[in-house]
């Protein structure tokens, strides 16, 4: 199998977008306590918090969803939980990528019921298309095709997250 990566998103664009987004949420925020969804999301984290022009704080979670290993049984179970208490915090929720929604969904009603003073749900990229489960976003930097992408913490079998940009994956027989 040989693959290829093309450009989607240039490195520029998304940095350009990330520093934007961050502007509105420090506009919004005297202070925001990150939850970053591991692993995918920290370059989108890293970029997002050095933009901030407030008072950042962060965690991380990690889940998972089980299934044949191509397809989500919709199941989703906590890896690693956070290490503190969001109890009474600004909490915005940190994803690389939304695309079914069983994921997000699932982990805004478990934050939700821990007592953060808000709780908001951003995303690097949004692919509507692959939508299964209805989730509302706060903020996106870009909504994308419904293509398989690689880059800036997003990956394939572990390869193509140190990309500085997001691009297109292909898989073609020798």
Same mark, same amino acid.
């Given at each position: 199998m040989v693959e290829s990566v093309s450009v989607l998103i240039s490195r520029e664009d998304v940095e350009k977008r990330i520093?934007?987004?961050a502007a509105e949420l420090s506009s919004r925020y005297d202070s925001v306590h990150f939850v970053c969804i591991l692993k995918g999301s920290?370059?989108?984290l890293a970029e997002l918090a050095k933009d901030m022009t407030v008072p950042v704080t962060m965690d991380?979670?990690?889940?998972?969803?089980?299934?044949?290993g191509t397809e989500s049984s919709g199941i989703v179970k906590f890896n690693k939980d956070l290490d503190d208490?969001?109890?009474g915090k600004n909490v915005v929720v940190v994803e690389d990528i939304l695309d079914s929604g069983r994921t997000l969904s699932y982990v805004k009603?478990?934050?939700e019921g821990?007592?953060?003073?808000?709780?908001s749900v951003i995303t690097l990229l *949004?692919?509507?298309?692959?939508?299964?489960?209805?989730?509302e976003? *706060?903020?996106t930097g870009f909504v994308i095709p419904d293509e398989f992408v690689v880059g800036y913490g997003l990956d394939y079998a572990q390869k193509y997250r140190n990309l500085p940009y997001i691009g297109v994956l292909s898989l073609k027989e020798e």
């Open positions: 520093a934007e987004m920290v370059f989108f991380f979670i990690s889940v998972s969803s089980y299934g044949n208490s969001i109890e009603s478990v934050l821990r007592n953060p003073a808000s709780l *949004d692919k509507p298309e692959r939508r299964v489960v209805p989730v976003l *706060d903020m």
